[in-house]
């Protein structure tokens, strides 16, 4: 028997994966070199040590430590996870988070998946026996030390907003230079031609509509929106005139803005800046609007049956609630999209109120109907293509129902007629004055 001994091979020393977490707050020119600085750095750094290999640096620019949703820090958790990084490096605590939580939620889920951080500035291993204490104590001072600099910052507000000067903040129509509005000439007619198309009569869906199809793009770079709109027909900014603190932050760690709604102190400077349009073309909107918010009211309380099917219609193409709309003061029930878009976002159209009546008192097998009654049977209405309803009922079952235009003769009543004879007979008088 022949026993021959055979030695092991050595293994190559696996190299440790480092990933590197740079942060700076701001975007101004001197952090953003200071951010290169800090990349160029890390790299060196790993590159003397032979037993790392750099996996990547992760790299936030003008965010702050105290907010969670940052790029390139969530992509830097997301490869922790995957197992593609040993270990992470970080100039100090603050710039890996501000916020106490935040700092031991994402260290204990890294310790969790045996992922040291470490931090230069400390001398601090996470894994290390004595991290997670240390780590709370520093973070807690971390977490101080934003809130002081957000009372700083907010205290330099104020200052500008007593001296009639905006803080910050981009408006379409304007920049900001040195503390003032200058108007940008191209968007400056765009917000003209909106002032212009609301007077004419057109409302803010339609001249939404009409401005993206126009290729206008709003300020967020895409097409514009009804709400764009109304934010525009509402902005003081337009005539010259500043109202400061509309928005307000009540906890620095989110830095979610909240609308200020009298919990805070307010600043109306008149003059401040060149207008767009005229104090009086401004006032006139606001009158307008105004008057269109009396007529609706009005509406809306002769005509109750409006009410029936709010929140029941739903389009089958898109998933849209249908909306109630007056189209040539004619009732009708429309999918949103396609009244704001048209028809290429959505091909489904509208479905006439009284249509709508009928056919619902044909399912449900009454003479009339009523609100109460629509909630007791009816789970919704499902409208998968033109001239098609699908009624779901409360018990289980559906019906599906088809439904047409009545003809013209049937709809042509002798009111109707003697309306479009008055009608002709004016256009044939206005001619014959032009002649």
């Known amino acids: ?37 800090q990349e160029d750095y890390y790299r060196g750094y790993v590159a003397a040590h032979p037993d790392c290999e750099l996996v990547a640096v992760f790299s936030d620019n003008g965010i702050s430590g105290t907010v969670t949703e940052r790029p390139a820090f969530q992509e830097m958790l997301e490869a ?34 045996s992922i040291d951080a470490y931090f230069e500035k400390e001398q601090m291993h996470s894994l290390s026996a004595d991290g997670e204490l240390l780590l709370t104590l520093l973070a807690m ?67 939404a509509k009409e401005l993206t199809l126009d290729g206008s793009l709003s300020p967020k770079g895409r097409g514009w929106s009804e709400s764009g709109i109304k934010d525009v027909l509402q902005n003081e900014k337009y005539k010259g005139d500043l109202l400061l603190q509309k928005y307000y932050t009540p906890d620095f760690r989110t830095k979610k803005h909240t609308v200020n709604r009298g919990e805070r102190r307010k600043y109306y400077v008149e003059g401040s800046h060149e207008p767009i349009v005229s104090p009086e073309t401004f006032e006139a909107i606001q009158q307008e609007k105004a008057k269109r918010r009396e007529r609706y009211r009005t509406t809306a309380h002769d005509d109750q049956k409006k009410h029936l099917f709010c929140g029941l219609i739903r389009c089958g193409y898109c998933g849209s609630t249908f909306r109630f709309v007056r189209n040539h003061r004619r009732p009708v029930w429309i999918c949103p999209k396609h009244w704001k878009k048209g028809p290429s976002i959505c091909p489904l159209r509208q479905i006439p109120e009284n249509i709508l009546a009928e056919k619902t008192k044909e399912v449900l097998g009454m003479e009339e109907i009523s609100l109460a009654a629509l909630t007791e049977k009816i789970d919704k209405i499902l409208v998968p293509e033109h001239h098609r309803l699908v009624f779901r009922l409360k018990d289980g079952t559906e019906r599906d129902i088809r439904w047409e235009y009545p003809s013209r003769r049937e709809a042509w009543t002798e009111e109707k007629r003697q309306a479009a004879r008055e009608q002709a007979y004016k256009r044939l008088r206005e001619r014959k004055e032009e002649k």
């Open 1 to 37: 028997m022949k026993i021959t001994e055979i030695a092991p091979k050595p293994k190559a020393p696996k190299k440790l994966r480092v990933a590197a977490y740079a942060r700076v707050s701001s975007e101004k020119d001197a952090a953003f070199h200071s951010l290169e600085a």
């Open 80 to 113: 922790c996870r995957n197992g593609k990084i040993d270990m992470v490096i970080t100039k100090s605590i603050t710039r890996f988070a501000r916020n106490t939580v935040t700092l031991l939620e994402t260290v204990r889920e890294l310790k969790a998946l």
């Open 141 to 207: 001072y971390a977490e101080e030390e934003a809130r002081s600099a957000s009372e700083n910052q907010k205290w330099r507000i104020q200052k500008l907003y007593q001296q009639g000067l905006p803080a910050s903040g981009h408006t379409f129509g304007y920049r900001l230079e040195d503390g003032h509005y200058e108007i940008v000439p191209e968007e400056a007619e765009v917000i003209r031609r909106i002032y212009s198309m609301y007077l004419s009569g057109m409302g803010p869906g339609k001249i």
